[in-house]
């Protein structure tokens, strides 16, 4: 990337989107690469996402509404007006947050496929979440009522700021999707409150669950009020000042521990420590803080070295739902949450827009196709909350009607006692097509590959279209083509991942450029109908594992393009365990419709009273063929096992 | 073992002990194997074993004692008795359980090595706890009064039969080492309450810690009233059928998810797990139960063979303090609690009596020797809660005037904010003597190889005496000397560990025989000062791991007879990791001062900003020459890191 100008805000009020963001999760006031909103950059119906962004809007969204309200998490609003609280309540303390997590999802659908159905539901939303507000802006259905705990007692673990953020942000989505309404009202009171409450004369504390950083910051973004951003600023300053109370898993729980400044690496609950870290990138952004930037650049780099597993799933410890120290990644106990997964999206897209680095796009598509996508169910109406590596007991299928636990079963299920991560996957589907592509002073990027289209005004030049056709990842061919140019020189660039060896681009009947990974750039006086064909060679990839991941030194994993494939116990012989496979690593794997054949034996080690020993029995072994999967097409087909890094 | 006839109580009534079994932490009723008393069987001061029962006796039990006072668990039972509870109360729901187990400790200390000072504090301790008790038996300082919850209105984590069960086995120590005091009116008085509260007609439920099971038939079997074994009874038949509250581990961490009867190897939280075996193996041999028996038998094979650390220690989730799932394994996040390692020699204990078979025995002395004696330290005024196979973090040195959080760091810590271990060490080692040899109507037998000296007497034959000398796990001669012996036939059984390949024994000047793994038999009419040479083979061991232990696939263990060694990073060169060691497995390794000299590399990866690849990144390889330690011995030497499966 060898933009180096930076849009300004001034810049960005030429774009098609208003100065404020229209239509952004996002909207850094500054940054080399500018989003794109939601309605400037959509998803063809039946491409990889664009189908999965049409299950969340038919299927995932009216299933959380249902849950939601079936829970008597939505009830608990309408009984906080009616002042019959505590009684009643349902749910635990973060379960406020959910509705608006859903809210945000829904304006977001409403902005690329409006229809008076979903601004009903949302309009309705907000009349119920509105009413439960008090007159100081305080909102909460969990703390303050006779018999519930006072206000703000519990930070650590009440949660109260934290739903507070995620109100915030829906309130952005319907302000950029919409414009003011109640919502905005109901958001501006919460704000004025928490800055009134939490100022530099107020509370000296923090949530115990960072959120309410990132949504101020936002919210401070779209409204253009400062002091959003300057009471975030305070957040992030008294935090890692041993402000929250120790617990038995440490102050790095709450990344309490250190001032992020002083961190080196991601820590402490993993979907705290993403969501904290986004927000400190918005900071820095705004504030044009080049340390806490690059600070914020080492903690990620060292987090990807050496605490991500190899879906981009973060978060190794079921205990604390934690980052394990450096390599402790092991594949049957890893936990790779769901909300880790998008908050690590967060993070990266935010490093992405401020750096234009290549690396935060590579990880976002790892962590799209392997975590996103595979946490929702094919029909949108069930969810891993946990998304393990290695599956060693089938479980049983969670029943339809039951809340499940959260780590539970090799089954995704309906809904659980802790509902964050459906909620959390409606509202990333809904404004997926925002993560594709950005706009710089030079031209468009593409960083994700979607079929699609994406109409955008450059900086001062004109409206650029591309039209993008492609079965990504099925297929490694990309085909751009312009459809709307301004009358001079831009630049397209085009992501070439770390994994493609041999990329090659094409422009109309041009002969073929290959191109090395990063971003391949085509300058040029673009005409409508020309074409850009980025070819990404999807040759299957065999991986080891750094050394130090005691935990799967004797595996390998299968990958082709972005795509981290499985080995699941329904395709070997009945009654056979994914562990008792072991792979033929000299024998061809041959792809074919999108699983991986590969040749190697069953093993049946005989039966020992103690594991270990000198030598090792001898083993019964089978010879057998069988196939890999996508990771996330697994545990489609019934209970069984999964193994990503197979025994070789 | 060929021993075939069960003692019963009444042959056991002829020994030297009373009939209800002084001196004897588990006394059944009728077994194969019946123990000795901790008078019987005394330990050596400068062995082994002996070495450490001192330090117990001299350091351990006057700081449990002193931190208990400290940190005011032992004020809460004045609180209760002055009426002022619950303001002041101190420490978590099991507090008045460590106050019961030191007690238990000081019972044994005192009937081994009798002091005035020994007495006044078990007298003192006894009148505190007494004050504290309801009219009607019940007594507990954190339920049940103004401001603290109604008794027995948590019954899943409100411990309050968990701390009887602690208790009743402090009474049977006290009653069975003195005889009738006030402790046992205070410990009849709370089982009578129980067997009201909860018998037949009472609540219908259980204690989410299993405790008073074993407590309850210990102290039936102790006071012959047979309502305490039926009340024990009744809750192994009641856990399993969900009577406790589902929680988000599911109700297999209170082992209520199945019946007893119906598991098929030990799961949930470690030391529930393992409490409620013991209970079951009592409750199967005092009602003559082969079917249960056997059915213990099983889950103990199923559970050593596949979820049975290398030390002996068992649990491998820190969430749930939980066995994991078979092969769920992994060296840095074992928990290995010190309370499950002696939980565990509770249930081997109990297993090796009622069927004399020699892997029970086998299991606890490597349990002996790699968890009980590696949880405290050196000088017995710290402690391991948690004993990991691989510690990637030096962690700090715990400070001496805090509680430490319970799995935290590299180092001891003096004492925990859940204190169960060091007080459960402390009436482990104070007891220890009871656990090294049994008798039968055929003879004794040695289980466990301790300086010292038995005498017992041979039901309906007379006084056996034994001296055993040896500085073993150091060396492997073990030799017994004849100390009384009747004027007939008897037979003397050793145990040859199932490690010992070409063991030999010699009896008096006779030629030496090469005896098999399981119990050598030497049969004779023996004469005082006769001598059997044990010589057990303590070559060093190199061993890998079952295929299906992930965790550990490239690694190897060391052990020298019973002792497993580690790798420790103050044994390598300044600023190197553990984790940078690998050997080289054609090297040799000398046996030198009870350290292991071996020979690797230490490998320098280089840094990679992703840690899977298809090749490997070529290390930078050092020749080094470091040693291994036993595992027993480590942390003693400041933080650092630490590995028992060496990379090869």
Redesign the interface.
């Known amino acids: 990337m060898s933009t180096t100008t930076e849009l300004t805000a001034a810049q960005y009020a030429h774009g098609s989107a208003p100065s404020r963001g229209r239509g952004l999760p996002a909207a850094p006031s500054r940054t080399l690469l500018a989003p794109l909103s939601v309605t400037a950059s959509r998803l063809a119906d039946d491409g990889f996402w664009g189908l999965r962004a049409r299950i969340n809007a038919d299927a995932t969204l009216g299933h959380c509404l249902a849950w939601q309200e079936r829970a008597g998490w939505l009830g608990n609003f309408d009984r906080a007006a009616a002042g019959t609280l505590p009684a009643g309540r349902a749910g635990r303390e973060f379960s406020d947050s959910e509705a608006y997590k859903l809210l945000e999802a829904y304006c977001w659908e409403q902005a690329t496929h409006p229809s008076d159905e979903l601004e009903a539901v949302i309009v309705a939303l907000i009349d119920r979440v509105g009413a439960a507000q008090e007159a100081d802006g305080y909102l909460n259905t969990n703390f303050g009522r006779d018999g519930q705990q006072p206000r703000y007692s519990d930070l650590e673990w009440g949660h109260e700021l934290y739903n507070y953020g995620h109100l915030l942000q829906a309130a952005v989505a319907r302000l950029r999707t919409h414009g003011p309404d109640r919502l905005l009202e109901i958001a501006t009171g919460v704000a004025d409150h928490v800055v009134r409450t939490f100022g530099a004369d107020g509370i000296q504390s923090v949530c115990g669950h960072a959120e309410i950083e990132v949504g101020l910051l936002e919210f401070g973004r779209v409204t253009g009020n400062s002091a959003y951003r300057d009471q975030a600023e305070l957040f992030l300053q008294r935090r890692g000042h041993g402000v929250l109370s120790d617990i038995?898993?440490?102050r790095s729980y709450f990344q309490d521990d250190i001032p992020i400044r002083e961190a080196e690496v991601f820590r402490g609950h993993a979907v705290r420590a993403l969501y904290l870290a986004a927000a400190a990138v918005d900071l820095a952004v705004e504030t044009g803080d080049a340390d806490l930037l690059a600070t914020l650049e080492r903690q990620w780099?060292r987090t990807?070295?050496?605490r991500?597993y190899?879906t981009g799933g973060m978060g190794s410890?079921?205990?604390d739902e934690a980052f394990?120290?450096?390599?402790?990644l092991?594949?049957?106990?890893a936990y790779c949450e769901s909300c880790a997964g998008i908050a690590s999206i967060m993070v990266s897209w935010r490093l992405l827009l401020a750096t234009g680095n290549v690396?935060y796009a590579d990880l976002i598509e790892r962590t799209l196709f392997n975590i996103l996508a595979t946490a929702p169910s094919a029909d949108g109406r069930s969810f891993f909350y946990s998304n393990t590596l290695?599956r060693?007991?089938p479980g049983e299928t969670p029943e339809e009607r039951e809340q499940s636990?959260?780590a539970?079963s090799s089954q995704r299920a309906p809904w659980f006692?802790v509902s964050c991560c459906p909620n959390n996957i409606a509202r990333t589907f809904a404004s997926l097509g925002a993560y594709v592509a950005t706009v710089s002073v030079e031209g468009a990027q593409l960083h994700q590959y979607a079929a699609g289209a994406i109409e955008v005004e450059l900086p001062e030049r004109g409206v650029v279209g591309l039209a993008v056709a492609t079965r990504y990842p099925d297929d490694g061919v990309i085909a751009v083509t312009v459809t709307a140019t301004p009358d001079e020189q831009w630049s397209l660039d085009l992501r070439v991942p770390?994994w493609a060896a041999h990329a090659r681009v094409q422009v109309n009947d041009e002969a073929p450029t290959v191109v090395e990974p990063g971003y391949a750039r085509v300058s040029r006086r673009f005409a409508v109908g020309d074409t850009v064909l980025l070819t990404l060679p999807l040759d299957v990839?065999?991986?080891?594992?750094?050394?130090?991941?005691?935990?799967?030194?004797?595996?390998v994993?299968f990958e082709v393009g972005p795509v981290v494939y499985c080995l699941e116990s329904v395709d070997l012989p009945a009654g056979s365990h994914v562990?008792d496979f072991v792979l033929d690593t000299d024998a061809r794997v041959d792809a074919v419709d999108g699983a991986l054949h590969v040749t190697g034996w069953l093993?049946r080690?005989p039966?020992?009273?103690?594991?270990?020993?000198?030598?090792?029995a001898t083993?019964e072994r089978t010879p057998t063929q069988t196939r890999l999967v996508p990771y996330h097409s697994w545990a489609e087909r019934g209970p069984g096992t999964m193994r990503v890094?197979v025994?070789r």
Chains 1, 2 share one sequence.
Do not use: C, L, M
């Not at 394990?324 to 402790?328: C, K, M, Q």
């Not at 092991?330 to 106990?333: A, Q, T």
């Not at 039966?607 to 090792?616: D, F, K, N, Q, V």
């Open positions: 038995e898993w440490g780099e990807v070295a050496t991500t190899i410890h079921h205990q394990g120290e450096d390599f402790v092991p594949s049957d106990r690396r290695h060693r007991t636990k959260r539970d006692d770390a990839r065999v991986v080891g594992a750094d050394a130090r991941i005691d935990a799967i030194q004797n595996s994993a562990d093993e080690v039966a020992s009273p103690w594991p270990y020993a000198a030598a090792a083993p890094w025994r």
